[in-house]
Structures are given as structure tokens and as C-alpha cells.
């Protein structure tokens, strides 16, 4: 493997990453608080970039003579909070979804596929 000191083409920016990640490493952080920093830091990093892109679709629709300050920047997903929140995406939809909105997901049940008066359930009953 060759080392950071032998790759001139890697600027300054990398080479503080390399270092920077030496120093957690050796220092007194669990691997997973290194990961979670490293994970809020990316998703950070998104969450900007998203709002610069969004702001950027607006000013590009106001100079095309869109005046609608309300404009909403469609980015792509074919779902809504409510809809996930209501139990209604699957598949790779909700994975997506899960990760975006959060994990205190519970899905609704159909209540006329869950019951509890089987007589196997109540041995007490004679």
C-alpha cells in the first residue's frame, strides 16, 4: 500500500483527513463514535448541498418569471412523510423513507386478522 507521503497528487485537504483520522484512532473514541461522526458529517455535508441546490431552482424559476415564493423543488421522491408515517411504502421506497424520516416506525394492523377469542388461547375456560 503506498503511503500518503508518496502520493503528491492527493492535496492538502486529503492528507488532513489521513491524519485527522490517525489522531481518533489512536486517541481514546470507540470505532462506532468515530463512525457516527464521519456519517453527520456526510449527512451534513448533503443536507447543504440539497439547500443550495433547492435555492438554486428557485432563483433559476424567478428569473424565468416564476414569482411563486412557495415554489416546491421536486428531488426525485415518489413518496410523502404522511405516506410513511400511514404504513403506505414498501420495498426500497421505505428503506429510503425509514433512513429520512426516522426509526419510531410502527406500522397499522388489520384488526379483522388479529384476534385473541380462540378458545385454544383461554385454558382457563372449561
Not at 2 to 18: A, D, G, K, V
Not at 57 to 77: Q, S, Y
Request: proline share 2%; net charge negative; aromatic share 12%.
Amino acid at each position: 500500500m503506498t503511503s500518503m507521503t508518496e502520493r503528491p497528487e492527493w492535496n492538502y485537504s486529503i492528507q488532513n483527513l489521513q491524519q485527522s483520522l490517525k489522531d481518533v484512532m489512536e486517541g481514546e473514541f470507540t470505532p462506532q463514535e468515530i463512525h457516527e461522526v464521519m456519517m453527520d458529517t456526510i449527512k451534513d455535508n448533503m443536507r447543504y448541498y440539497k439547500a443550495c441546490y433547492n435555492d438554486s431552482v428557485r432563483l433559476l424559476a424567478l428569473m424565468k418569471g416564476n414569482t411563486n415564493k412557495n415554489i416546491k423543488v421536486i428531488d426525485g421522491d415518489s413518496y410523502t412523510e404522511k405516506e410513511y408515517w400511514e404504513g403506505r411504502i414498501t420495498g426500497k421506497d421505505f428503506q429510503e423513507a425509514l433512513e429520512k424520516y426516522g426509526y419510531e416506525y410502527t406500522p397499522g394492523y388489520d384488526t379483522s386478522k388479529f384476534k385473541l377469542d380462540s378458545d385454544n388461547l383461554h385454558g382457563d375456560k372449561e
